[in-house]
């Protein structure tokens, strides 16, 4: 069974920067899209950033867009997040998974039903 393992979180001070991993038990992911969500709390899941299998091409919400840049390295099975000038707003606990293609995670459409159990990032003011 593929689990998704996010690690890297912390606290954090208005900008600053942290980065987050994203790595698959299970099987290998570099055939797949991946993709970086959040969930604050009392707040639906929500999309944050995502790239595609060969890691040529990427996309961001706009949220996060000029601050956040994900990258994989398919050798390592092991997807990044680098996110600097955090925000109060980027509070949020972070989840990864994967989809069939780009398009598909940045609607949300993953292929993994069950999430992991996230990373908790919180930036203070």
């Known amino acids: 069974q593929v689990q998704m393992v996010e690690s890297g979180g912390g606290l954090v001070q208005a900008g600053g920067s942290l980065r987050l991993s994203c790595a698959a038990s299970g099987r290998t992911f570099s055939d797949y899209a991946m993709g970086w969500f959040r969930q604050a709390p009392g707040q639906e899941r929500e999309f944050v950033a995502g790239i595609d299998w060969s890691g040529s091409s990427s996309t961001y919400a706009d949220a996060v867009k000029g601050r956040f840049a994900i990258s994989r390295d398919r050798g390592k099975n092991t997807m990044y997040l680098q996110m600097n000038n955090l925000k109060p707003e980027d509070t949020a606990t972070y989840y990864c998974?994967?989809?069939?293609?780009?398009?598909?995670?940045?609607?949300?459409?993953?292929?993994?039903?069950?999430w992991g159990q996230g990373t908790q990032v919180t930036v203070s003011t």
């Open positions: 998974n994967e989809g069939h293609s780009l398009s598909s995670v940045i609607v949300g459409n993953v292929a993994l039903d069950s």
